[in-house]
């Protein structure tokens, strides 16, 4: 009876998959792998290799992994300050990072087109102070920049959870054994945080990879990446098939980041508690 229950608390839960994951990706590989007309073809999914397509693929690859590798570089020093922050604090200045999230996705790109814009507030401060104007708009360094600032909490706050988890007692210990602040970060706090890093940088490279509103709004047109090619066969030219076929070839390329991270954190896993 009481398993019959849990099957029954479970039933809305496997219609919501069934209904926006399973149903989405089953008619991604209907339209990938048909034309227009409805028979085989291989002819969606191998479009990959066009040349405008796989100039797309590596510019997202190459801006998603820029992007990741910022997030890491600037969430594991941020996570280690938190960390060590008072537990009032710790509290306040995650929230802090947690604020702009509550803001409408759209809105927070709009904002940083606004500011990066050669009139805008960036600029026109730094004429102010004498110094010449960045031209970073409608660039990949844009791109990049706002891709971080929208992904940047998704890599800090697994970190810090992963660094927060750690007991005292271990870095007591090492010091007892004569370990010193190097061997303690090297030995200890990176093979125990390693889950939150692997984490972050697979919450951070898969929508970085994906994104395409972002280049769409911050790189005007000239910054075309492989999210933006998809997006303009499903709603400019209408052309289904052609957009399910390079969503598959992505959504491969996602699958296999993400089986790999989680076997290299695997690895990476001293399991040491």
């Known amino acids: 009876m009481r398993n019959l229950k849990r099957q029954l608390l479970a039933g809305p ?24 007309g409805g028979s085989f073809t291989l002819l969606n999914v191998s479009s990959i290799a ?14 998603a992994l820029m992007c990741t590798l910022i997030c890491l570089i600037l969430s594991y020093p941020l996570a280690m300050i938190l960390n060590n922050m008072k537990s009032k604090s710790q509290g306040f200045i995650v929230f802090i990072f947690i604020l702009p999230m509550w803001m409408n996705f759209m809105l927070r790109i709009l904002a940083w087109r606004m500011l990066l814009s050669n009139n805008g507030v960036i600029n026109s401060f730094l004429r102010t ?50 370990a010193g602040n190097i061997t303690i970060f090297l030995k200890i706090i990176v093979p125990l945080t390693m889950s939150g890093v692997v984490s972050g940088i697979i919450m951070v490279f898969v929508p970085a990879l994906t994104s395409f509103a972002i280049s ?58």
């Open 13 to 36: 839960y496997i219609l919501w998959m069934a209904g926006f994951i399973l149903l989405p990706v089953i008619m991604i590989l209907y339209y990938a792998f048909t034309t227009t």
């Open 50 to 63: 066009f040349s405008v397509h796989i100039k797309a693929l590596l510019l997202s690859l190459k801006l």
């Open 129 to 178: 102070l004498g110094f010449p104007g960045l031209e970073i708009l409608n660039t990949p360094a844009a791109v990049v920049f706002c891709m971080v600032y929208d992904f940047l909490p998704f890599m800090i706050l697994p970190i810090y959870n992963s660094m927060a988890r750690i007991q005292n007692d271990i870095i007591e210990a090492a010091k007892d054994l004569g």
């Open 216 to 273: 769409d709004l911050l790189g005007g047109g000239k910054v075309l990446l492989i999210g933006n090619v998809i997006e303009q066969a499903f709603m400019q030219e209408y052309n289904w098939n052609l957009g399910s076929g390079l969503s598959f070839v992505l959504m491969i390329f996602v699958i296999a980041s993400m089986a790999l991270m989680n076997s290299w954190g695997d690895e990476n896993n001293t399991g040491v508690w």
